[in-house]
């Protein structure tokens, strides 16, 4: 109840308030740690998404992976769940209630009707968040597509085999994958 409230009237949104969140918790591990310490404690936390991702899949997951891994799901994370969606308080909100003012005076002052001028800022306002229905087909296609080209036939899927598979990929597959890639992140 008062954390959005406070973050309105500081102009903070959550991908901001984590950004800080994570900087502020990297400061201080490195003031009172050292950049060892650092390094630590992010093996750790690479080691455990490692962990979590060899368990669920059932392949040996490394370092390096797992640190990928965070990657792209905070990249995901900062694209879909936390970008601020428009509310009422948008370009196209204060146009419409312009409008409607502007047409209510008139009215009241018996002026004849006058067309309001369209805001370059109403017509140019998102409608949405951008993540629905497309963009999880999409993500699924996309996903899909890489996991099968990690494990070729059912075997066990690698980073090693994705690589080999992208380089020899087939041009038409290579259009479509860059396309609904470019339509998720574009």
């Known amino acids: 109840f008062l954390l959005p409230r406070l973050m309105a009237a500081a102009g ?9 969140g994570l900087l502020g918790s990297v400061a201080y591990t490195v ?3 050292g950049v060892q310490g650092l390094r630590a404690r992010v093996r750790v936390v690479l080691r ?23 990657g792209a ?5 900062g694209r879909y769940a ?9 370009g196209a909100g204060r146009a419409t209630f312009a409008a409607y003012t502007k047409g209510y005076n008139d ?3 018996g002026l004849a009707f006058e067309p309001i001028e369209d805001s370059p800022a109403a017509a140019q306002a998102p409608s949405g968040s951008g993540f629905g229905l497309g963009s999880l087909l999409k993500l699924g296609m996309a996903g899909g ?26 041009p038409m597959n290579m259009i479509f994958l860059m396309n609904v890639l470019s339509g998720l992140f574009g």
């Open 73 to 77: 799901a905070a990249l995901i994370l």
């Open 31 to 33: 003031r009172t740690q």
């Open 12 to 20: 903070l949104t959550w991908s901001r308030l984590l950004a800080l």
């Open 107 to 109: 009215g009241r002052e």
């Open 145 to 170: 597509l890489i996991y099968q080209m990690g494990a070729p036939g059912g075997g066990p899927w690698s980073a090693a085999n994705l690589m080999a598979n992208m380089r020899n990929m087939n």
């Open 48 to 70: 455990a998404v490692a962990d979590v991702a060899s368990r669920a899949t059932g392949t040996p997951v490394g370092d390096m992976q797992a640190a990928a891994m965070l």
């Open 82 to 90: 936390l970008a601020a969606a428009p509310g009422p308080a948008s």
